[in-house]
T-cell receptor, first 114, second 113 residues
Framework: NAGVTQTPKFQVLKTGQSMTLQCAQD?????MSWYRQDPGMGLRLIHY???????DQGEVPNGYNVSRSTTEDFPLRLLSAAPSQTSVYFC?????????????FGEGSWLTVV | GQNIDQPTEMTATEGAIVQINCTYQ??????LFWYQQHAGEAPTFLSY????GLEEKGRFSSFLSRSKGYSYLLLKELQMKDSASYLC??????????????FGRGTQLTVWP
């Protein structure tokens, strides 16, 4: 069982570069999301998706784009990286058949923007 | 905005009991999660409360009072491996869990021998 897989695990970018963080799940979950976690902060929601073709903004969406062309994949794009986007990024998924449904997290992607 | 408060740090000794508090003021409420997160790892699920009262699961218990906007996580018989950050997270409404899940900043617990 692969669960939620994120790549890359570590990445260093220069300011202004673009990149995509990949997220894939093999559990046929409808709901997927991206969070960022900064030192001393909880996880903050960037974008989320309730199914293929449907995405919405979370708490901190600026500077990030997402798309959901398949159920399995939910990539996060940084169009022009800034030092403020240095963070740890977590992808999550759930079948979401109720508020207590189990949420599965990926192992995280550490991004540094210099 | 949403406000979820937890202590930043706590320390305790092996074998002891520790209570981590979480208070929340949010625009809606449809349940509260507790997660454990070891350094460099993803959060892992500990508990979920939606009704008032205590939920017990082995060495871990979680309590909720909706009228007071208050929850706590109780850890008994502490072990060194319990040293981690503990995250309180509130689901705001009856929509998608992932779209309405807000996290506190986490409480870093250090367990000493």
């Amino acid at each position: 069982n692969a669960g939620v897989t994120q790549t890359p695990k570590f990445q260093v970018l220069k300011t202004g570069q673009s990149m995509t963080l990949q997220c894939a799940q093999d559990m046929n979950h409808e709901y997927m999301s991206w969070y960022r976690q900064d030192p001393g902060m909880g996880l903050r929601l960037i974008h989320y998706s309730v199914g293929a073709g449907i995405t919405d903004q979370g708490e901190v969406p600026n500077g990030y784009n997402v798309s959901r062309s398949t159920t399995e994949d939910f990539p996060l794009r940084l169009l022009s990286a800034a030092p403020s986007q240095t963070s740890v990024y977590f992808c999550a998924s759930t079948q979401d058949r109720g508020p207590g449904n189990t949420i599965y997290f990926g192992e995280g992607s550490w991004l540094t923007v210099v | 905005g949403q406000n979820i408060d937890q202590p930043t740090e706590m320390t305790a000794t092996e074998g002891a009991i520790v209570q981590i508090n979480c208070t929340y003021q949010t625009s809606g409420f449809n349940g509260l999660f507790w997660y454990q997160q070891h350094a460099g790892e993803a959060p892992t699920f500990l508990s979920y409360n939606v009704l008032d009262g205590l939920e017990e699961k082995g060495r871990f218990s979680s309590f909720l009072s909706r009228s007071k906007g208050y929850s706590y996580l109780l850890l008994k018989e502490l072990q060194m491996k319990d040293s981690a950050s503990y995250l309180c997270a509130v689901i705001l409404d009856r929509g998608s869990t992932l779209g309405r899940l807000y996290f506190g900043r986490g409480t870093q617990l250090t367990v000493w021998p």
